[in-house]
């Protein structure tokens, strides 16, 4: 009900000071994949994980940017930090982070993460799989 996920997202804006990375990754697409869109639960969120970007490994930063840009929401900061994160490991990249990353690519319409996006698909094209391709298209 939406009473109860009121519940949730307030707990969890209290919270967040003890969040990791994973905490702050997953629990940004928790809500972004229960389709609530709530700006200040986002707006929330985006603080402390632009403080804890140095924290986040491929998979956080390529469903960061997949969520922000799934939910609309507009946070240059954070979109800067998920890019200079993404540029910093994008060899760690799989074919999903990538998806992912390229999603929020077209959303977002960030150049900075579309540079960042383009150099990781000329690495890593040879790895790509009819999946993998799938995905990213």
Not at 30 to 42: C, G, P, S, V
Not at 68 to 91: I, P
Not at 100 to 124: C, I, M, P, W, Y
Request: glycine share 2%.
């Amino acid at each position: 009900s939406r009473a109860r996920r009121s519940a949730y997202e307030r707990v969890a804006e209290q919270r967040l000071v003890e969040f990791n990375a994973q905490n702050l990754a997953n629990t940004a697409w928790a809500f972004a994949t229960a389709d609530q869109q709530d700006e200040l639960l986002f707006a929330a969120l985006a603080k402390p994980a632009e403080q804890r970007m140095k924290d986040f490994i491929a998979q956080h930063i390529s469903n960061t940017a997949w969520v922000f840009a799934k939910v609309e929401h507009k946070d240059a900061q954070l979109f800067t930090a998920l890019a200079a994160a993404a540029q910093r490991r994008m060899k760690d990249f799989n074919s999903q982070d990538l998806a992912n990353s390229g999603f929020a690519t077209v959303e977002h319409k960030d150049a900075q993460l579309f540079t960042a996006f383009e150099a990781a698909l000329n690495r890593s094209n040879k790895d790509f799989n009819s999946q993998g391709l799938a995905n990213t298209v």
